[in-house]
């Protein structure tokens, strides 16, 4: 069963120095035949992997709001024509702030779009030119004020720490200007420095001044605390939320569940296969004219993939992975399966096995990758 779609717009007004994900300059790209090749590969997917209901759309970039007015209502009229939606569907649409006129605000209310995720990164003006934003503090307020004018009530907003020059202090300052949005959702990560990145090349010149492990280290401990002083569970690794406003789009992907991915350089898992589409604009359209589904590269994982892969993806969770949905899903019982290693992440205090779940630590959780990897290449098929 496919409980949710990505929808991908890989188009951007500006490029910010710490991003990998597929994406190219606005102008002068072939926006319209872009949108109707995505409109032709959502008709040729669901004939071929056809679905009811839809729990969750996600839309992202890219910028998904660099679209203008007609495009944007070209776009939303057709993901309700190609996707079925639940009625209780949460349908998301990445932002950024400054981006979303009242008129772009109105088009994905009436489209039946019920939540917002901005791309804030930090309120510190210094710290936004540093990585390549383009928006100012107050374009965060603004564009949240006239969002709940407008109607919406579900909006989360993304933090980036670990940036070059920032400091623990710089942090604080940030989530202090945050928690006064009065939102329901915030997803906070470390800078990672991508290759094919303006960082990654300072990074490699010795011209980017990171604050460092340890300091790292205190910013997640900073935000960890306050999240939980303000009321905000901490609900995955990166995500923190009040009750009922977890992003189940995102649960999806941590619960290992089957989803779709449409356009240029999306990701999709159906049916046991995880696919990657073209992502260069031309190949992705002419790809789609010729009538052909664009896929750059497909993989048929394993029982043993699948597995592993549960346990990595569900140990981000701060519930964990269920032991009995486990021996329901694939009839092993990870306690045997995963025995050793979880004898040796117990002792180290990393993870704890209780109420039928497997779960990291406050510890654990700041070596999520180390215990996530000691999971890899243990089963055979």
């Known amino acids: 069963m496919i409980k949710a779609a990505y929808l991908h717009i890989p188009f951007c007004e500006h490029i910010c120095h710490y991003c990998d994900f597929n994406k190219v300059f606005l102008k002068g790209q072939p926006v319209e035949d872009y949108l109707q090749a995505l409109d032709q590969e959502m008709k040729l997917t669901l004939h071929q992997y056809p679905e009811d209901q839809l729990a969750t759309i996600f839309v992202g970039g890219g910028t998904p709001t660099s679209l203008n007015e007609q495009q944007l209502s070209m776009f939303c009229e057709s993901i309700i024509r190609n996707l079925p939606k639940s009625n209780t569907c949460e349908f998301t649409f990445e932002a950024n702030p400054g981006d979303l006129s009242k008129e772009k605000l109105q088009i994905l209310k009436e489209a039946g779009v019920n939540r917002l995720s901005l791309g804030v990164q930090t309120f510190n003006e210094d710290l936004l030119k540093k990585i390549g934003r383009v928006h100012k503090a107050k374009d965060v307020y603004q564009t949240i004020e006239n969002a709940k004018t407008v109607g919406f009530e579900n909006i989360s907003i993304d933090l980036i720490f670990s940036l070059p020059t920032q400091t623990v202090q710089d942090l604080k300052e940030s989530l202090t200007k945050a928690f006064s949005l009065d939102i329901n959702h915030y997803s906070a990560y470390s800078l990672i420095i991508e290759p094919k990145t303006v960082f990654y090349n300072l990074l490699k010149k010795g011209k980017l001044p990171t604050p460092g492990e340890d300091v790292e280290a205190s910013m997640y401990e900073l935000l960890m605390d306050e999240m939980d002083r303000h009321g905000f569970n901490q609900y995955e690794i990166s995500n923190f939320s009040k009750p009922g406003f977890e992003s189940r789009h995102n649960l999806t992907y941590w619960n290992n569940e089957y989803y779709y991915g449409f356009g240029a350089g999306a990701h999709s898992y159906v049916n046991g296969v995880r696919r990657s589409n073209s992502g260069p604009l031309k ?10 589904l664009p896929v750059f590269e497909e993989h048929q994982t394993s029982k043993a993939e699948q597995v592993e892969e549960e346990m990595f993806l569900g140990l981000r969770k701060t519930a964990g992975v269920s032991i009995s949905h486990f021996i329901e899903k694939f009839s092993l019982d990870p306690l045997k399966l ?40 243990v089963c055979n098929d």
């Open 338 to 377: 995963f025995e050793q290693q979880l004898t040796e992440l117990i002792a180290k205090q990393w993870i704890e096995v209780k109420n039928n779940h497997i779960y990291l630590t406050k510890k654990g959780r700041f070596l999520g990758n180390e215990v996530f990897q000691t999971f890899l290449g």
């Open 283 to 292: 190949k992705y359209i002419d790809q789609i004219n010729n009538g052909i």
